[in-house]
């Protein structure tokens, strides 16, 4: 998902929301995964090439 702004007749990306669907994790695992979730984004080359022009979110949702 992501969010996308007309600039003048150029399309320019300003967020980029990730979402993470989970299924299968234990209740005593949960802590760890959203632990690791706070701070992927800063060890990720992707992200770090973009950031800051392009502000970087992450959902996460148990199913």
């Known amino acids: ?3 996308v702004h007309l600039d ?5 990306v300003r967020k980029i929301t ?5 299924s ?3 209740e005593d695992d949960k802590p760890t995964v959203e ?3 706070g701070f992927h984004a800063d060890k990720c ?3 770090r090439s973009i950031s800051p022009q392009i502000e970087i979110e992450t959902t996460l949702e148990y199913v």
């Open 1 to 3: 998902m992501g969010e």
């Open 18 to 22: 990730v979402e993470y669907r989970l």
């Open 8 to 12: 003048g007749r150029v399309l320019i």
């Open 24 to 26: 299968g994790v234990s």
């Open 35 to 37: 632990r690791v979730l």
């Open 45 to 47: 080359p992707v992200a």
